[in-house]
């Protein structure tokens, strides 16, 4: 079976410019993280979505990020404009159902030069 | 994860026994998780504890005690490959719902 499957794997840009994550969950995996892991940190809710609605959001920087998962299927987690500050590995994990077993991806390496 | 305290770092000898504690404080608790994480790669689940006790899976184990706010996690016979980074992390259903709060981790160097 396979895992959860993020790319790109790395990116770098400069600050300003826009840039795009994706992730694709487990095959039936119906509810999907997005986290935030600064360097020796633990990872950091962005967003929870189940299936294609966004029910947990309260720690998305909405000024500058966006996120959308339009069949409840893959996600993608959008920041424009990047700042500094954003450089970071961006997680996303799926769970079958609610509460379940959350199963990580690889991440994404943004460094925002 | 403000509210999750882990030691930051922590050294084992190779075939030694380590345990790595964490406390926390929550509202709504609903599960305390172990996480292992290799430098560059993904979190990857290792126990879960929602009742008070001792969950075993080989060469680890997980205890909980929720009256405490405490758990520990227990590697036995380490190996080389055990050095990573370990993450505590709790659900608390009042403050965060389903979402997951994790702990800064503790990174573990097992030395020959």
């Known amino acids: 079976e396979a895992g959860v499957v993020q790319s790109p794997r790395y990116k770098i840009i400069e600050k300003k410019q826009p840039v795009a994550f994706w992730c694709n969950p487990i095959?039936?995996?119906?509810?999907l993280y997005w986290y935030l892991q600064n360097l020796g940190q633990g990872p950091e809710l962005l967003i929870r979505y189940e299936n294609e609605e966004a029910v947990d959001d309260s720690q998305l920087p909405k000024d500058r990020f966006s996120a959308e998962r339009l069949k409840g299927v893959d996600s993608t987690l959008k920041i424009q404009p990047a700042e500094l500050g954003d450089s970071a590995v961006y997680l996303c994990a799926s769970s079958l159902t609610t509460g379940g077993e959350q199963y990580f991806g690889p991440g994404t390496r943004l460094t925002v030069t | 994860g403000q509210n999750i305290d882990q030691p930051t770092e922590m050294t084992a000898t190779e075939g030694a026994i380590v345990q790595i504690n964490c406390t926390y404080q929550t509202s709504g608790f609903n599960g305390l998780f172990w996480y292992q994480q290799h430098a560059g790669e993904a979190p990857t689940f290792l126990s879960y504890?929602?009742?008070?006790g001792l969950e075993e899976k080989g060469r680890f184990s997980s205890f909980l005690s929720r009256s405490k706010g405490y758990s520990y996690l227990l590697l036995k016979e380490l190996q080389m490959k055990d050095s990573a980074s370990y993450l505590c992390a709790v659900r608390d259903l009042r403050n965060s719902g389903y979402a997951l709060n994790f702990g800064k981790g503790t990174s573990l160097l097992v030395t020959p």
């Open positions: 095959s039936g995996h119906n509810t």
């Open positions: 504890n929602v009742l008070d």
